[in-house]
């Protein structure tokens, strides 16, 4: 999440509290420039660090089903759970889909294991694999180590948002 305040007594806000009594146009406009650069940074595969590319097997599974190489987009929800919420004293980034966090911070090194469920197998295309009669390599298994992923950031880090937070604020103030 990415909060920032308006109430912060910094000169340029302090001028800008005389100059508008309320702050929530500004923090509003502030929360559609952070969207803006979510928006840019999913495009461009990571604007405040290049994302890692996506691990052998996953790039395997997606050219068996034709869903793409780019990383943190199947289907566009992760994108789409991103939120702003803007009043007088600040602008709040968050995303409503509780595995945000996992990609945004990744869990590289951090291994843990997957198991079926009523023991069912697992079933998933893999490079190592068994060929099946579709084409595709597939592994069964009851149990799967995970090996972590890389962190792919997702909102802007403090010092990115701040920026953009003083440029809206000169703006308003130069008008």
């Known amino acids: 999440m990415i909060y920032i305040s308006a109430i912060a007594r910094t000169p340029r806000i302090t001028a800008l509290q005389k100059k508008l009594k309320n702050l929530e146009p500004v923090n509003r406009r502030i929360g559609e420039e952070l969207m803006r650069e979510v928006d840019r940074n999913f495009r461009e595969e990571g604007i405040?660090?290049?994302?890692?590319?996506?691990a052998r097997a996953t790039t395997y599974k997606r050219d068996a089903f034709g869903m793409g190489r780019k990383p943190l987009d199947v289907s566009g929800k992760l994108k789409r759970s991103i939120k702003m919420v803007a009043s007088g004293t600040r602008v709040r980034l968050f995303?409503?889909?509780?595995?945000?966090?996992?990609?945004?911070?990744?869990r590289e090194g951090q291994e843990w294991?997957?198991?079926?469920?009523?023991g069912k197998p697992l079933v998933f295309p893999h490079p190592q694999g068994k060929m099946g009669k579709d084409g595709i390599k597939w592994i069964k298994t009851l149990?799967?180590?995970?090996?972590?992923?890389?962190?792919?950031?997702?909102?802007?880090?403090?010092?990115?948002?701040?920026?953009?937070?003083?440029?809206?604020v000169d703006d308003y103030l130069a008008v």
């Open 48 to 54: 405040w660090g290049k994302w890692a590319p996506l």
């Open 95 to 106: 995303s409503t889909d509780k595995l945000a966090v996992l990609h945004h911070e990744g």
């Open 143 to 168: 149990v799967v180590k995970h090996k972590g992923f890389p962190a792919r950031p997702i909102l802007p880090h403090a010092e990115a948002a701040k920026r953009i937070a003083r440029n809206v």
């Open 113 to 118: 294991w997957i198991w079926s469920k009523k």
